[in-house]
Each structure stands twice: as C-alpha cells, then as structure tokens.
C-alpha cells in the first residue's frame, strides 16, 4: 500500500539525526504471527506481523474495535496471545516463565495510558519514582524527570492538584523514569484540548528522543500520528502503511 504524504512529518524532520547503524541493531519489538481472539470467537489479530526498529517512533491507526488497545495490551502483557511470537528485544517472550517475563516487562517497557492511571494517594515525585523502586534504581530521577517534562518544583503536590495536560505529563514521566527500551502509548491525547494535546505530542517526542526508546502511539488523531516517523494503519488484513482515506 502507498504511504500516506503527511506534509512535512517529525520522522522526516528528524531523518538526518537518526543513525545508519540503528537497522542493524536488535529491533526492540517483533511480532510474528500474533494472533488473538474473544470468547465469542471474533478474531481481533489474525496473524499479525510486525517489527519496531530500536529508536523508532510508530503511530498506529485505525477503526474503533480493530485491535488497537488489544495490540498494546499483548505487547504490555495485559493480556495473553492465543497463538504466535512476540520478541522484546530480541527476546521470545514465550520462553519466558510468568516472573522472567513479569521481569522483563517491568525492566523493558514504559505504558502511557489515555486515563493518565496515577496513583491518587501518592505525591507526583512518589508516581514518578514507582518504576525506579520496582527496578532498584536511584529515586533522584523521579525530580529530574518532572522538571524535564515542565514541573518543576511540583514534586510534593497531589495529582487532585493537577490540570489533566499536567497529569499526562506525570504519566509521560513515570513511562519514561527506568530508561525503558520500549514506550507505549494508548491515546496519550484522547482527553485533552488541542493545544495541550500539541504541547505533549512536542514533549513526549523530544522525551523519546532524550531517552532513546522506540515508541508505538495508538492514536485516532492525525495531528498526533503525524508526530511520529511513520505511520501505520492496523485493518482486519494486518499493518500497512497509511494513506489517504485511512483516517477515521
């Protein structure tokens, strides 16, 4: 399928800051032939494969209840595949015990969801610093990343005190805390303005950026996907590139 000419993309923005070597590298993320269906037989994924190259930031697109969520959900560990391989980092997750593969996930993945998910009864610097402690990591970080996503000096406040771009920014935060080598994000815009919505969509891209983690965005917005370096549209048939006509 043709890709979709987005007028002037951040991937093609950012193409000459991006290294000839990454293609060479482990991919952070494969699929091969993921498959997933429900109790009343519908099939969501149907044989899915894909690869996210390290460094690589992904927009995925498509109809409401083609499988987005489900995809990130599989990849998360939220939920379990019926059939098929997933590789994170060059690792088959189906080799994996529960705790290895509980491990790994912890110690690999960032998740960035549409509700923000902060947890109401710890102050913003506790929310943040919740992958470190699970990882065993210094707890500095947590400070350094709210200034870093536009919250300085907030460290001590409540999420009920926030603004819900601010929130977003908390759980861009706390995705990103442990250096993780693969983010993902379901949404991250969904419940906010449009000018909100620009400034995180500009933040979590210079954030995956400083970082280095590859990233797939769900997303319904073509502002949003046009942040990333390509983009893809999930169908009942598979991932393709996106073209005209393919934004719901």
Do not use: W
């Not at 399928?1 to 991937?11: C, K």
């Not at 269906?37 to 930031?57: P, T």
């Not at 990849?75 to 088959?92: M, N, R, T």
């Not at 536009?150 to 929130?167: C, K, M, N, V, Y």
Request: hydrophobic share 45%; proline share 6%; net charge negative.
């Amino acid at each position: 399928m043709p890709s979709l000419p987005l007028p002037q993309t951040a991937g093609q923005r950012d193409a000459a800051l991006r290294s000839p070597a990454v293609a060479a590298t482990t991919p952070a993320l494969e699929c091969r032939g993921l498959t997933k269906s429900y109790g009343n037989g519908r099939i969501v994924l149907d044989h899915l494969d894909f690869r996210l190259e390290a460094g690589e930031y992904v927009a995925v697109m498509g109809e409401s209840g083609v499988g987005k969520s489900t995809f990130l959900n599989l990849i998360a560990g939220l939920d379990a595949p019926d059939g098929g391989e997933l590789l994170i980092d060059g690792v088959a997750m189906s080799g994996l015990d529960d705790d290895a593969a509980t491990l790994l996930r912890r110690q690999k993945l960032g998740f960035i969801f549409q509700a923000f998910h902060v947890l109401p009864h710890l102050t913003l610097e506790q929310n943040v610093a919740l992958p470190l402690m699970l990882n065993g990591l210094p707890l500095a970080r947590a400070r350094q990343l709210l200034d870093a996503v536009g919250l300085p000096g907030r460290a001590g406040d409540f999420p009920r005190q926030l603004s819900g771009g601010e929130l977003q920014r908390v759980a861009i935060a706390r995705a990103l805390a442990h250096r993780p080598r693969l983010l993902l994000a379901d949404e991250p815009t969904g419940n906010l303005d449009p000018d909100t919505a620009a400034d995180i969509l500009a933040l979590l891209r210079d954030e995956i950026r400083a970082s280095g983690a590859s990233a797939i965005m769900v997303t319904h917005s073509h502002a949003a996907a046009a942040s990333a370096d390509r983009v893809l549209v999930l169908t009942r048939d598979g991932l393709f590139p996106a073209r005209g006509g393919d934004f719901a």
